[in-house]
């Protein structure tokens, strides 16, 4: 072989290396809340688009959440790949130590860290973003923001660009006051026309009726089948629009949730063993030196000065003495197991519910009470409270299964699909994802 012919040779596994690792042009992330493995494992659920992925593409087995395992701090994960300890937002809500009604985190400045929305906008791309939470004034083109409990006047204020929300109102569904966002198809709608308009190389979309029917009723029920099948169905609009915009081939389309689920039987309260012991007199003056802030299945114990070690050591004491039959329902997750987390670090220490328990921040009545429907925010060690992920698209190796990986592994899955310059994550590649 002469010389010459090497070099163009070497020249084209060269070019073909760099093309290959362009494995997407387009990236769709979707996240079902409360989305659980089974629901796409087990053939009793009624998701025929996404089984259809999954038998041609890749999934996992169980995605471990963060902790709590929230919507909020896992939807942060998934967008910057670290854990609540670096990226700031650690429950849906801000704790007020006062007691006063808590508020969303739903500004993009209350994210410390860079999201893949700004590295791809860096990157001279059009990104899109829907009903995804902690995104209002976020970096990118198209946005409809998750603003809690806010209203829908405040939702459409930081929607982009201004006036797309009315727009979507008026096309999309015929001159609505306002959009059903509780049913999944309607998010998909809103997607598509996104897709048809823009054809957006980053797009991450937020359903959450599946979580709503699973406080509702628990696991299992008619609301939550009918809350999965209309999140079938939104993927399968989404499907569709992909393919009538010509970017289907090259788009990877990845499912994914944000924490699993719990039924409820009981409720604890521990702020009331708290507020006997004199340990809270009252919150809103300021009189109090430790308590309980609550998210679902797990509670975060505040000292008013966090190097109280001594009020630390009572309530744990308090805790310990409790009788078998009411200790039974949580279990302690230390200050060290939180730090090696990267979990929050503003706390003495956190209890994860155990046996189907939900904590309260209630200050008066029983302690420990009957509960019921389902919950989820419990630390992220069991299997009933992992999700799940569903990767279909070129670059994702066909027939690959994870047997387990986290959410902070979401991100660096993304950037390198879409080849997009970012800082150093916590997560990594699963091993045999990717081609």
């Given at each position: 072989?002469n010389?010459k012919l090497s070099?163009t040779l070497i020249l084209?596994?060269?070019a073909?290396?760099?093309?290959?690792a362009?494995?997407?042009k387009h990236?769709?992330?979707?996240?079902?809340?409360?989305?659980r493995p089974d629901?796409y494992?087990d053939s009793?659920?009624?998701?025929?688009?996404l089984r259809?992925?999954?038998?041609d593409g890749?999934?996992?087995?169980?995605v471990n959440s963060?902790?709590p395992?929230?919507?909020y701090?896992?939807?942060t994960?998934?967008?910057?790949?670290?854990q609540p300890?670096?990226?700031g937002?650690?429950?849906?809500?801000?704790f007020?130590?006062?007691?006063?009604?808590?508020?969303?985190y739903w500004q993009?400045?209350s994210?410390h860290v860079?999201?893949?929305?700004?590295a791809?906008?860096?990157?001279g791309m059009?990104?899109a973003s829907l009903?995804?939470p902690?995104s209002?004034?976020a970096?990118?083109?198209?946005?409809?923001?998750?603003?809690?409990?806010l209203?829908d006047e405040?939702?459409?204020?930081?929607?982009?660009?201004?006036?797309?929300?009315?727009?979507?109102?008026?096309?999309?569904?015929?001159g609505?006051d306002k959009?059903d966002a509780?049913?999944n198809?309607?998010?998909?709608?809103?997607?598509a026309r996104v897709?048809?308009?823009s054809?957006?190389?980053l797009?991450?979309?937020h359903?959450?009726?599946?979580?709503?029917a699973?406080?509702?009723?628990?696991?299992?029920g008619e609301?939550?089948?009918?809350?999965?099948?209309?999140?079938?169905e939104a993927v399968g609009?989404?499907?569709?629009?992909l393919k009538?915009a010509?970017i289907?081939?090259?788009?990877v389309?990845?499912i994914?949730?944000?924490?699993?689920?719990?039924?409820?039987k009981k409720t604890?309260?521990p702020?009331?063993?708290l507020?006997?012991a004199?340990?809270?007199?009252?919150l809103k003056?300021g009189?109090?030196?430790a308590?309980f802030?609550?998210?679902?299945?797990?509670?975060?114990l505040?000292?008013k000065d966090p190097?109280?070690?001594?009020?630390?050591?009572k309530?744990?004491a308090?805790?310990?003495k409790?009788?078998?039959?009411?200790k039974q329902?949580?279990?302690?997750?230390?200050?060290?197991?939180?730090s090696?987390g990267?979990f929050n670090p503003?706390?003495?220490?956190?209890?994860?519910g155990e046996h189907?328990?939900?904590f309260?921040?209630s200050?008066?009545?029983?302690?420990?009470?009957?509960?019921?429907?389902g919950?989820?925010?419990h630390?992220?060690?069991?299997?009933n409270?992992?999700?799940?992920?569903v990767?279909?698209?070129p670059g994702?190796?066909?027939?690959?299964?994870?047997e387990?990986?986290?959410?902070r592994?979401?991100?660096p899955i993304?950037?390198?699909?879409?080849?997009i310059?970012?800082?150093q994550?916590?997560?990594?590649?699963p091993?045999?994802?990717?081609?």
């Amino acid at each position: 072989m002469n010389k010459k012919l090497s070099i163009t040779l070497i020249l084209f596994f060269i070019a073909a290396g760099q093309l290959s690792a362009q494995t997407a042009k387009h990236v769709i992330f979707l996240t079902i809340d409360g989305f659980r493995p089974d629901f796409y494992l087990d053939s009793k659920w009624h998701t025929p688009n996404l089984r259809a992925l999954m038998k041609d593409g890749a999934y996992a087995k169980g995605v471990n959440s963060v902790f709590p395992s929230v919507t909020y701090p896992s939807h942060t994960t998934i967008i910057t790949g670290v854990q609540p300890a670096k990226h700031g937002v650690f429950y849906n809500n801000v704790f007020t130590p006062d007691g006063a009604k808590q508020q969303p985190y739903w500004q993009d400045s209350s994210i410390h860290v860079t999201t893949i929305w700004k590295a791809a906008k860096a990157k001279g791309m059009t990104v899109a973003s829907l009903y995804w939470p902690v995104s209002a004034n976020a970096p990118v083109d198209y946005n409809i923001p998750d603003i809690g409990s806010l209203g829908d006047e405040v939702r459409e204020q930081y929607s982009l660009p201004k006036g797309f929300y009315a727009e979507v109102k008026n096309e999309v569904f015929g001159g609505v006051d306002k959009i059903d966002a509780g049913k999944n198809q309607n998010v998909a709608k809103i997607a598509a026309r996104v897709i048809s308009k823009s054809k957006p190389q980053l797009m991450t979309i937020h359903l959450f009726s599946a979580d709503h029917a699973q406080h509702v009723q628990g696991r299992e029920g008619e609301e939550v089948d009918e809350a999965v099948a209309d999140a079938d169905e939104a993927v399968g609009i989404i499907i569709d629009a992909l393919k009538a915009a010509g970017i289907w081939e090259n788009t990877v389309f990845l499912i994914g949730g944000d924490h699993g689920f719990y039924n409820i039987k009981k409720t604890i309260s521990p702020n009331v063993w708290l507020k006997e012991a004199g340990l809270i007199t009252d919150l809103k003056s300021g009189d109090w030196k430790a308590q309980f802030n609550n998210a679902g299945g797990s509670a975060f114990l505040y000292l008013k000065d966090p190097s109280d070690q001594a009020t630390a050591k009572k309530v744990k004491a308090l805790l310990d003495k409790q009788p078998d039959s009411v200790k039974q329902y949580y279990r302690f997750i230390s200050k060290e197991q939180l730090s090696k987390g990267g979990f929050n670090p503003n706390v003495a220490f956190a209890l994860t519910g155990e046996h189907d328990a939900t904590f309260s921040t209630s200050l008066t009545g029983e302690a420990v009470k009957a509960g019921k429907g389902g919950t989820h925010g419990h630390f992220p060690d069991t299997k009933n409270i992992r999700t799940g992920l569903v990767a279909h698209g070129p670059g994702i190796r066909k027939g690959a299964v994870i047997e387990e990986m986290n959410l902070r592994d979401m991100t660096p899955i993304i950037v390198k699909l879409l080849d997009i310059p970012f800082p150093q994550v916590d997560g990594k590649i699963p091993a045999g994802l990717l081609k």
